[in-house]
């Protein structure tokens, strides 16, 4: 079965200051991650995904994230937070043909 | 890629009634699938709207309050039945390029529904 653990519900960051949004994840095989964003009142995009080739994958807006196996972990930074990426932000396990989301991690950013 | 609208972007109903909410794709694709997302949670798949077939609903929901068609490979609805206010929610329809589980979804930019 597969599932995924958002570990924090909200993070609160000055803008300027990294950021670190925690995500562990269960899969019973080689598993298929995603991070997608999703700003109030829009849609879901798509920030990376991780697919079995590199496992630290980089994204738009300067996000990244890397795929540690042996912690079963996905983990999404940002070396400077920017006003504008305060939002919602989702990770995402693929299998059996369906995707399982998080709970979602509300970010903050601090002027 | 694909890029996804859908129709109504919101949407204020009565009880007892019923919605149809439609999502057009501007490219063909695979999948799609709709899901609810209540306000402030996580995004709930309802069920996975098949080409030429009855959809495939997830646990705790069933055709009858919201059945979905899809007619061709770029367009499918979904509506909501007999509505209570405990159906009012953001749907979201999103789509598929091929079957293999890493293949990203993209998503419309969902229906804000509210039952009173």
């Known amino acids: 079965a597969q599932s995924v653990t958002q570990l924090d519900s909200h993070v609160s960051v000055s803008e300027g200051t990294p950021v670190l949004l925690r995500c562990n994840y269960s899969?019973?095989?080689?598993?298929?991650l995603f991070w997608y964003v999703q700003h109030p009142n829009k849609g879901l995009q798509l920030l990376l995904k991780?697919?079995?080739?590199?496992?630290l994958v980089k994204g738009i807006n300067g996000f990244e994230a890397e795929f540690k196996k042996s912690e079963t972990s996905f983990h999404l930074t940002k070396p400077s937070a920017h006003m504008s990426d305060a939002a919602e932000y989702f990770c995402?396990?693929?299998?059996?043909?369906?995707?399982?989301f998080g709970t979602g991690t509300s970010l903050t950013v601090i002027p | 890629s694909a890029v996804i609208s859908q129709k109504p972007s919101r949407d204020i109903c009565q009880r007892g009634t019923s919605l149809t909410i439609q999502c057009q794709v501007d490219?063909?694709?695979?999948?799609m699938f709709w899901y609810r997302q209540q306000p402030g949670q996580s995004l709930t798949l309802i069920a996975t709207?098949?080409?030429?077939?009855?959809?495939?609903?997830e646990s705790g929901f069933v055709i009858d309050k919201f059945p979905i068609s899809r007619p061709n490979l770029t367009f499918s609805t979904l509506t909501v039945s007999n509505m209570s206010p405990e159906d009012s929610s953001i749907y979201l329809c999103?789509?598929?390029?091929?079957?293999?589980?890493?293949?990203?979804?993209?998503f419309g930019p969902g229906t804000r529904l509210t039952v009173t």
């Open positions: 999103s789509a598929q390029h091929g079957t293999s589980g890493s293949n990203e979804q993209y």
């Open positions: 899969s019973s095989y080689s598993p298929s």
């Open positions: 991780y697919t079995s080739a590199a496992t």
């Open positions: 995402v396990v693929s299998g059996s043909n369906q995707f399982y």
């Open positions: 490219s063909q694709v695979t999948m």
């Open positions: 709207a098949n080409q030429g077939s009855e959809a495939t609903y």
